[in-house]
């Protein structure tokens, strides 16, 4: 087949690449530029230059070509608005789930040519084709399975996707890596949000949004125990970057309007919860699945809940078999059915 492999410069990209080359396919390597020179100019020298650097050697070792394909506004306009809007109204965006829907197999394929049959990636992620339906399944290694960042993509983009490195564990595809003595075969996984590379996302926020202060206050004695730079900097769960003594302390609420971190180190079981709402699904196989019992992740990881979901109208309530510190408006709860992924939902309240 001809095919179109998003090389992103780091190693699993680049093993998909040769696994797709040695199997005879015709393949091109396509390096996304999604930067804004403009929007990161404070930051000084582009953060990724080495990207592409490795991007280029390992097509160059492997004699495949290498586009770079321009994709600045489509981010700007799908993706990097979409985030900072929602942290702006106090909620937990998840950025990467709408770069593969919109943008990897999205847009770019309206960027390349009609020849190319299949589009890859190095995502760890398996497709399979059974009844007329593109189904999307877990990858046999649980930490880096990325099933949920891709629970938003639909049959025709299913149909058109292809995951070389899928059935395969991190510490294979390092072995790959090492055999074909790749550039980038020592160079460390890439962590962060997909548009960002390696600019703190707080940096980011600071970019757009500035620094406002406000108090953190002790939501069990409403004492205020210090400030912090803006709502937007935190979100529901989190216990780093607070920069108190005496913790550990959580964020357990944020009150938006007031600008207010209220955070708690006691009586944490009346935060945790095991229930909540979610709507806007997105149902890979167009199928909507029935009230029941399914597993659930709300955040990327190995960790999975039981759940038993109960649909509402547009709307859906999911009962956990255990609480959780971390349900936060804006986050995704992405559903499966032993290892297929059914779909996404955005958690609501």
Known sequence: MKIAVLLSGGV??????????????????????????????????C????????????????????????????????????????????????????????????QFINKIDNSFEKVASGHYAKIEYDNDKYLLKTSPDPIKDQTYFLAYLTQKQLSRALFPIGIYNKKQIREFAKNY????????????????????????????????EGDIIDIDNNKIMGKHKGYYYFTIGQRSGLKLGGGPWYVVKKDVEKNIIYISKENLG??????FKVG??????????????????????????????????DNAIVKLDKEDR????????????????????????
């Open 326 to 349: 971390g349900i936060a408006p804006g986050q995704f709860a992405v559903f499966y059915k032993g290892d297929i992924c059914l779909g996404a939902s955005v958690i609501l309240e």
């Open 270 to 275: 009346i935060r945790a919860r095991s229930e």
């Open 280 to 313: 806007k699904f997105n149902w890979i196989t167009d199928e909507k699945p029935l009230d029941g019992k399914y597993l659930v992740k709300i955040r990327h990881g190995e960790n999975f809940y039981n759940c038993e979901l109960i649909f509402e109208d």
């Open 181 to 212: 003595n790749l550039p980038n075969m020592i160079r460390k996984d890439s962590q962060g949000i997909c548009f960002l590379g390696k600019i703190k996302f707080n940096d980011f926020i600071k970019h757009h949004l500035g620094e406002v």
């Open 47 to 106: 953060p990724w230059e080495e990207d592409l650097q490795f991007a280029h050697a390992v097509c160059n070792q492997s004699n495949v070509p290498l586009e770079t394909i321009n994709m600045q506004n489509e981010y700007w306009d799908s993706v990097v608005s979409y985030t900072i809007s929602e942290v702006k109204e106090g909620r937990t965006p998840n950025p990467d789930m709408f770069c593969n829907r919109l943008i990897k197999f999205g």
């Open 12 to 45: 699993d990209s680049s093993v998909a690449l040769r696994l797709l080359k040695d199997r005879g396919h015709d393949v091109t390597a396509f390096y996304l530029k999604i930067w804004l020179q403009d929007e990161f100019s404070f930051l000084g020298d």
